[in-house]
C-alpha cells in the first residue's frame, strides 16, 4: 500500500504547511527536551562513566542513529518497525532488516492524535497516532512495515490507524497463553508473520540466518543481564542511564549495543570494586511496574525520583520497554528450523508480563517477576505507573498490591498523561513516597 | 593362574573407572556451552553404561554359553566369582539394566523377574521352573526383586532411565540422528501422553495376569491354556509373556551376538512353537514391536520411555504416595522466579508437562525420567534444582554466562 | 528553644510556633496571590503573639504544596508525614489520619511512632476535596458553615455525582430546579465526597482509631457523613486545619534537638 495513495480509514485531510508548522515546533521542542534530560541526568550523576556517552548519542532521535538507517535504506535494506515486544527481532535480523520500536514517548504530538483518537485512550497510542500524521519520528517514518501487536484495545485499533501509512501486520497474542491451543495459534500467528517478512525483505530467512539472528540477540540478552545484575547491588548506576540504555537497544544495531554494554559493564565493575556509588547507598530502591515509559520525552517520573529530596534510585523495573525487553532468552533445544522457530514464538508469548494475559490464577507470572526481581534487587517500594486511559495496567492495581502488602514492601499508585503540567502533583506524591520508604529504612535500621 | 586373572580383571575395571571419570572431568572441562554440557555427559555416561551392564563382555572370559540359561553366565563368574569370591544367588536385578535372555541372569531386568517368579518358581528344589538349577528359592527371589526394585527407585527414583538405560540411549540416537537429518519432531497431544502414562499400569497388571494365566499349571494344578503345560509348544515363550513384545530384547541379545558373547547360530536356531519365525530370543512381536518403536522415536522423542512397564514399575516406588514422601531424587521449581517461558516443556524428550504446568515445589512425575535437561536449559538462576535428600545437587543457571 | 512548622497551604498560611514540645502561637493567613508575603507574614504575627522575635526561631521546617515559595525553611518535610506525626502525637492511638485540604485530601496509614506505611493523595480533580464543598455551596446559595447544619436536617436523600467539580455544580442546580429541598441536596454533596473519600481510604485499609484533620474537618456535616460511613468514631482535634504545620513542628524539634547534638 504505498503512501497517501489509497483512500483512509482515519486519518483526516490536513494540508501539508500545517503538518509541516507542527512538525517543525515539535521537532524542535521535542530536540530541546532531550537535551535537557539528558543534562539533568548528568547533573544528578556528575561522575557518569565514560561509557554512557555513546548512548547518549543513540538516545538522540535525530543523531547518528538515524543517519545510519537512512545509509542503510539507501543502500537496500528494509526497516521493519514494531510497537509491542511481542514481535520476533530475530525474525526481522534473520531477513537481514533492521528492527526499530515505534512506540512513541514524545509529549506533544498526543494533543496531535487526539484529533483521530479520543482523549481518553491512552496516550501511547495517541502520540503515536500523532507522530505519524505529523512524520516526527525519523524510525517510524523509515520503517517499510509495521508489526503491530493486538495486546490491548489501543493496540488494536492503532494498528489500523497505521494501516492507513503503511503495511501493518497485526500479531495477535492469544489471552490465555498457556492453553495448548495458544501455542498452536502463535505459532501459526509468527509463521505469516515469518512468510511477509521474507517476502518485504526478499530475503528468505533459512536456518543459518535464523541461528545467527538468534545467537546475536543471545548475546544482547547476556550484556542486558549482566547490566541488570549490577543493578542489584549498592547503586553503582543511577536508575535513568541503565534505563536509556534498556531503551536504546529497541533501535540501536544490536551488535554494536552488545559490545558497548558489555564495555559499560567492565567499568561499572571496576567502579564496585572501588566502591564509587553513584548516589548515597542508603537511597530508597524503587521500581517502576506498569505502563511503558518511552524516552525521549516521557522520562517524568524517572527524573522526579532520583532528583527527589530525598533521592530515590530506581534498581528495577517491570516496563516492556525496560528490564522485561531482552531479559529472557530463546532457548534452542535442537538447532534446526522447526525448533528453532518454536523457540522464537514460546519466547515472545510465554514469558510475557504483560496484563493482555489472563489465567486462572491472575497473571501470575506478572506477579512472580515482581515478587522475584523485588527480592534480587532488594526493592524498598515500588511505584505503580499508570497512564489515564491504559485499562489493563490500572485494573491488575489491586492485584499486584496485594501481593505487595503480604510481602510488606510499599507500593503507590500513580497515574499521569502525557503532559507537563502534573509534574507538581506528581513530585509531592513521589517525595512523599520517598520519606515514606526512608523513614521506614530508618526506623527499620 | 586364576589370580592373574583376578590381578588382570582388576586392572581392566581400574581402566574402566578412569576412562569414565576422566571422560566426565572432560566433559565438564571442555564443554562450554552451558546448554550442552550436562546433555554431552548424559550421553558420555550412557555410552559407557552399555558395555558396563554387559560387564561380562569386557572383564573376564569370553566363553561362549554352552546352552545360555543354564549354568553360569560369563558375568556371574566374573563379578560373583572371580571378584567377590563366590557366584551371586542369581537374580539380583538392578532396574532397568541387562535383558535377563541374552546369557546371564545377574543383573536383570525386573520385568523378567516379576513375571517369571510369579510362574514355575513358587516350588522350591529342582526340577522346577525351566529345569534350572537355582540356588536360591522363589520366594525369596520375588523379595530380593521387589526390595531392590523399591530401595532402587527410592534412592534414585527414574534416574537409571535418563542416564543409563540403553534403549533409552538407543532413542536419544535416533533423536541425533533425526536432527542431523534436520528433520522435526513431532509432540503427541498432552491427552494421549497421559492415556500411554496410565496404560503403563494396564500392561503390567494384564502381563502379570498373563503370567499366572499362562502358568496355571505349574501354580494352580489346572491347564487353562493348551500347550502351557511344561514342556508343551507354548511352554517356552509364555511364561515371560511381556518378553515375547518388549523391543528390548532383541537389541539385547544382537548386542551380544554382535560381539560374540552368544552363538549367533544358536540364538537363531532354537526355534518352536508358533513365534518362532525370528527365532527362540526374539520372537516376531518383539521385531514389529521393535520396528514401530524404532520409527516412532525418529519422530517422537523417547516415545516408549511414555509407555515403558520398567519405567513405569520404577515410577510407582519413587511417584507415588507414600513412596513420593521418603524418595530422594527429585526436580525442585521455585515458582517465584520461574516466568513460564516454557523452555522446560519444549526441551522435555518424553514431553512432561508437569515440570511447566506445576506452580512450584516438587515437579517430578512417574513419567519424569530425570534426564535433566529441564534444568539445565532453564535460563533463570536457581530456578529449577535437582535434590538429593532436599540438598541442591544442579541448579539452572544464567546459561547465557559463559563463565 | 523555639521551632516553628509552616504549613504552605493552597488556601491559607498555617504557622504553629512550639517551645519546649508546647504551642505557644497559631496563626492562618490566606494565602493570597503571593504565597511568600502570605507566608513572611503568617510568621511575623505568629511570633507578634508569641511575643517573642522572628529572629529567636530555631529552626522552621515548612510543608504543603507552596514548599518551595517557603521565606524560611530549614528543613522540608512531606504534608504525609506532617499529618502522620501530629495525629500520633495529638492521639497516640491513631492509625489512619484523612486529611481534606482545600485542593488535597489525603489518607494515611501510620504506625504507633508516627511513621507512614502507606497514603493516598486524591486524584488530580480537585473533587475530592474541599474546593468541592465550596464550589457547591456556591451553587447551592448557601453559606459554606451553614450548609454542614442543612445536611443534619435532611429527611431523605438523593445522589448527586462527585466526578468533577462543574459537573456536580449543574447537578445541584437541576436538583434546585427540580424543587428538591436544600437540606437533602446538602446532604448528598457531603454523602458524594465521603464516598470519594471512602474508596481512597478502602485503597489502603481501613485500622482504628481514624482522625480527620484538615480545614474540612472543622465542617459537622461531613464528619457526620463520614462517621456514618465508616461506621466508626472519628477524632476531630482542636485545631485540625494546623494539623500540618503542627507536624511540621514537631519535626522541627527532633530535627533542631539533633542538629544542636550533632553541633556539640
Known sequence: MPEGKSEKKYVPEISEKELQELRETIKVNSIKLMNEYLERIRKTWPNRPENMKYFDEIANFFGVREKEIREAKDEGKKVIGYTCMFAPIEFILAADAIPVRVSSGFYDPAKVGSRIVPVEVCPIIRSTVGVKMIGLSPFLEYSDAIITSLTCDGMTKLSEILSDYKPVWS?????????????????????????????????????????????????????????????????????????????????????????????????????????????????????????????????????????????????ADELCSGDRFLYDPVGVDEWIMHDMFNAVADRYLLPSTCPCFTSEDGNEDRVNWLISRIKERKVDGVIYYIYRGCMLYAMEYMRIKRVLDKMGVPVYYLDTDYTREDVGQIKTRVEAFLEMLKSRVEVEG | ??????????????????????????????????????????????????????????????????????????????????????????????????????????????????????????????????????????????????????????????????????????????????????????????????????????????????????????????????????????????????????????????????????????????????????????????????????????????????????????????????????????????????????????????????????KGGDVTTSACILCLRCIEMCPYEDCLRLEFAHKPIFKSRNWLEKT | MIVAGLDMGVQNVKVVLLRGGEVISRNLVPSGFNLREAAEQALKEAAENAKISIKEIDHVTATGMGVDLAPRADSTISMISADALAAVHLHPATRTVIDIGAEESRVISCDEKGVVLDFTINERCAAGAGAFLEAMARALEVDLKDMGYLSLEAQGTVSISATCVIFGESDVVSLIHKQTPKQEIARAIYDALAERIMSMIHRIGLKPDVMLVGGVAKDIGFATTLRRKIGLDVIIPEYPEFAGAFGAALYAVNKARREKHNGQ
Open chain 2, 1 to 358: 593362574m586364576a589370580e592373574i586373572e583376578i590381578i588382570q580383571n582388576i586392572i581392566k575395571a581400574l581402566i574402566i573407572v578412569s576412562i569414565v571419570l576422566l571422560g566426565i572431568l572432560g566433559i565438564l572441562i571442555w564443554v562450554k556451552d552451558k546448554t550442552k554440557k550436562v546433555s554431552y555427559l548424559r550421553l558420555f555416561i550412557q555410552l559407557i553404561s552399555v558395555p558396563l551392564i554387559f560387564l561380562g563382555l569386557i572383564i573376564g572370559p569370553f566363553g561362549l554359553p554352552q546352552y545360555p540359561p543354564v549354568g553360569n553366565a560369563p558375568r556371574d563368574i566374573v563379578i560373583g566369582t572371580k571378584i567377590f569370591g563366590r557366584p551371586f544367588p542369581d537374580g539380583l536385578p538392578v532396574p532397568i539394566l541387562a535383558c535377563w535372555y541374552p546369557s546371564g541372569r545377574t543383573v536383570t531386568c525386573p520385568a523378567w523377574q516379576m513375571q517369571a517368579y510369579v510362574y514355575p518358581f513358587w516350588r522350591e528344589g529342582p526340577g522346577f521352573g525351566w529345569g534350572v538349577l537355582y540356588t536360591t528359592p522363589g520366594i525369596e527371589r520375588l523379595a530380593i526383586v521387589i526390595g531392590l526394585v523399591v530401595v532402587v527407585a527410592l534412592l534414585l527414583g527414574r534416574f537409571f532411565c535418563g542416564w543409563v538405560c540403553p534403549f533409552g540411549l538407543y532413542m536419544d540416537l535416533l533423536s541425533r540422528l533425526r536432527t542431523a537429518l534436520k528433520k522435526p519432531y513431532k509432540s503427541l497431544p498432552k491427552r494421549a501422553n497421559i492415556a500411554l502414562r496410565q496404560s503403563r499400569y494396564i500392561i503390567i497388571a494384564v502381563f502379570m495376569i498373563l503370567s499366572v494365566m499362562l502358568g496355571a499349571k505349574d501354580i494352580l494344578g489346572v491347564e487353562l491354556i493348551q500347550g502351557t503345560e511344561r514342556g508343551g509348544y507354548l511352554y517356552s515363550y509364555l511364561s515371560a509373556p511381556y518378553c515375547q513384545v518388549c523391543p528390548m530384547r532383541p537389541l539385547c541379545v544382537l548386542a551380544e551376538v554382535s560381539i560374540g558373547a552368544m552363538n549367533a547360530t544358536f540364538v537363531f536356531s532354537h526355534t518352536t512353537g508358533i513365534f518362532y519365525e525370528a527365532g527362540y530370543y526374539i520372537t516376531s512381536i518383539n521385531m514389529i514391536v521393535l520396528a514401530i518403536t524404532t520409527v516412532g522415536a525418529l519422530v517422537y522423542r523417547r516415545l516408549w520411555c511414555r509407555i515403558c512397564p520398567v519405567g513405569a514399575l520404577t515410577g510407582i516406588f519413587s511417584r507415588f504416595p507414600p513412596f513420593k514422601r521418603v524418595s530422594l531424587l527429585r526436580i525442585n521449581k521455585d515458582e517465584e522466579k520461574c516466568t513460564k517461558c516454557g523452555i522446560c516443556k519444549r526441551v522435555c524428550p518424553p514431553e512432561v508437562t508437569e515440570v511447566y504446568e506445576l
Open chain 1, 171 to 315: 500479531l495477535c497474542p492469544p489471552r490465555v497463553k498457556d492453553a495448548d491451543q495458544a501455542a498452536l495459534f502463535w505459532r501459526q500467528e509468527l509463521k505469516v508473520l515469518k512468510e511477509n517478512i521474507e517476502k518485504l525483505t526478499g530475503n528468505r530467512i533459512t536456518e543459518k540466518k535464523l541461528s545467527e539472528a538468534i545467537k546475536k540477540v543471545q548475546r544482547a540478552t547476556e550484556a542486558f543481564r549482566r547490566l541488570q545484575k549490577i543493578r542489584c547491588g549498592p547503586p553503582v548506576i543511577m536508575g535513568r542511564d541503565a534505563m536509556l540504555v534498556n531503551q536504546t537497544i529497541m533501535w540501536d544495531d544490536i551488535e554494536r549495543w552488545t559490545m558497548k554494554t558489555i564495555e559499560l559493564c567492565n567499568e561499572l565493575e571496576r567502579r564496585i570494586q572501588a566502591k564509587e556509588w553513584a548516589c548515597p547507598p542508603d537511597a530508597p530502591r524503587i521500581m517502576i511496574t506498569g505502563s511503558p515509559i518511552f524516552w525521549p520525552d516521557n522520562w517524568k517520573l524517572p527524573n522526579l525520583i532520583e532528583e527527589a529530596k530525598p533521592q530515590g534510585v530506581i534498581v
